[in-house]
């Protein structure tokens, strides 16, 4: 199937592109498509801007459209960034900026007490106006600095509890990897835009029946 990913981020555009076209699938960015409007997310959650994106887009684009919101919700900060992770410094989108920010507000904040978790909503959008929302979590800490380039956002700064496997299955993480340390591999068999995507390429037959 071929689907219109909302997005307008580079970094999440390649992974969502990676994941879907592992299972098979076929995937146009709205850019790819002439579609340039960003949808205002005005949700509370990460599902309900998920499906704000996903209905705006796919009006626009008449087709399939998968839309995803995600962020990272840190324990000691009682969920924060959460849904304004990409705006947590104050302006959209800059990674740096807000890597600095959360690296500030843990400061001193010993390891035991960093515990964190990266949640995703992927909310699929049909023509037809039904919709239907794939979730995922993956758990880890907020490390004290920086490492790895294989990644986006918060990623360099994430270390995940485990780390998938090349020949399948995960691991712990006794390295205590970053996200951006990781293989792509290694990443989407434990990442948490990886399990919403699972489980809707478990649930996708399914719907496309009806």
Do not use: W
Not at 28 to 48: H, N, R, V, W, Y
Not at 64 to 81: E, K
């Amino acid at each position: 199937m071929e689907f219109c990913a909302a997005t307008g981020n580079a970094g999440k555009l390649k992974e969502i592109r990676r994941i879907l076209e592992r299972q098979g699938h076929t995937v146009k960015s709205q850019k790819e498509l002439g579609i340039t409007l960003e949808p205002e997310e005005t949700g509370t959650t990460f599902a309900e801007n998920a499906e704000i994106k996903a209905k705006a887009i796919c009006r626009a684009a008449q087709m399939p459209t998968i839309a995803d919101d995600s962020g990272l919700s840190v324990d000691v900060l009682d969920g924060a960034p959460g849904v304004y992770s990409a705006r947590y410094c104050g302006r959209h989108g800059d990674d740096e900026a807000n890597n600095d920010k959360l690296l500030q507000a843990l400061q001193g904040v010993p390891k035991a007490e960093r515990g964190a978790k990266f949640i995703s909503a992927v909310c699929v959008y049909f023509p037809d106006q039904s919709s239907y929302l794939f979730e995922g979590e993956c758990p880890g800490f907020v490390s004290t600095e920086r490492t790895g380039n294989n990644g986006f956002g918060y990623d360099p700064i994430f270390v995940p509890a485990q780390v998938g496997l090349a020949e399948g299955g995960k691991r712990p993480n006794t390295e205590e990897r970053s996200y951006a340390e990781l293989e792509d591999a290694e990443k989407d068999a434990i990442s948490h835009r990886g399990e919403a995507m699972r489980k809707m390429e478990q649930g996708l037959p399914s719907l496309l029946e009806k």
